[in-house]
């Protein structure tokens, strides 16, 4: 929703802006991460919103209304920072757009606009303290400096070093975690990002918004567990594809038919891609090569869904169990609950796609857009 009411803010069509906030929504891996209770999908969505309301302060808001939205930058990086430790850099990005925002508007009043920003900001802050004095018996503690079993956390900072080319490598085009094979879209990005960067009031938030993937993408690279164990694509820049998905606008905006052709067949796969891994297991075993090929894809073609049969009493979970219902499962869909199985399962989520799309056609027709 934050992504399609960027662009519309910048002046792209509506189909351009729905392209893209779909594009990210449902033609990525950010819908698996929707699925899982892990922190991503938190740390995505409150990084930007952090990120609209610091656009928002260069508009013509009044200073009470600006202030709202100071108050807003500073909270919602504080819930990244607690979703994530590594949202703290990108929300300094977003925090001086924010600050210049503000300063082009009314110079006078960035102090004020900061102390928002940094009052809302250790609302979190508390929060984190607070945890960690009950769990840990300090409020400073950081909680991986008690992690078991995995050394490598100990060298460098946390296990982070430099980043390593063959990493960066495998994380863009790799069988095993690559972010391309499975959302071809997001490759574009970085050209519609630079159609945005054209405009005067767009660089900035341009530049920060192609700043953000390429912080997570050089943290990821640098990181000694960068493949993120049982997961779909390379988790761990998973808060960076809203950014990269502001870039898809403009390309749609700037393609002729034919290049829209092509855009569309990019977001078929990646949706198609994703609605597979979706309905098998967003987390495919560590162990497998290319987890599409190996696991993913047979499954689905199978019938063989939810695979997951871990539950939160359950430690882990064996690869060569998930299949052929040999075990009880803790996944499933609303198909299932409903006594459909196998892909007939998937017709309730095709029925709300088909009503949205209709409702979505209707809208557009009474805008004439």
Known sequence: LVVMRLALMWGFSRSAALFAATAYGVASPAWCYATLFMAHGVTAGTLVLAYAAAVGLGGDDSDTARERRAWAVGLWIGLAVLSEFQAAVPGLFIMVLAILAARDRRPQR?????????????????????????????????????????????????????????????????????LLPLSPLMALAPFGLALLGRTRSGLRAALV???????????????????????????????????????????WDAGRRAGRVVLSAGWLW????????????????SALQSPVRELLWPAFRDGDLSLNYQTF????????????????????????????????SLIPLGLVWLAAAVLLWRRGVERGS
Do not use: C, K
Request: net charge neutral; aromatic share 14%.
């Open 313 to 344: 009493m359950s430690y882990s979970a064996e690869a060569a169990l998930m299949r052929g219902n040999q075990m009880p499962h803790a996944a499933w869909n609303l198909g299932e609950i409903a006594g459909l199985h196998g892909l007939p």
């Open 110 to 178: 960035v102090p004020a606009v900061v102390l928002r920003i940094v009052a809302g900001g250790m609302i979190s802050g508390t929060i984190l303290l607070a945890y960690d004095a009950v769990a840990f018996g300090n409020p400073f503690h950081i909680g991986y400096t008690s992690e078991e079993g995995f050394e490598q956390l100990r060298v460098g900072f946390f296990g982070i070093t430099y980043p390593a080319w063959w990493r960066v490598r495998e994380i863009l085009i790799g069988s095993y975690r690559g």
């Open 209 to 251: 918004a192609g700043a953000i993937p390429l912080y997570y993408l050089l943290l990821n690279a640098s990181y000694y567990y960068w493949e993120g164990g049982w997961a779909y694509g390379p988790r761990q820049i998973m808060p960076a594809l809203p950014f990269l998905a502001l870039g898809l606008a403009p390309v």
């Open 270 to 285: 990646g949706a198609a891609l994703t609605l597979v891994a979706v309905s098998t297991t967003a987390q495919p075993p």
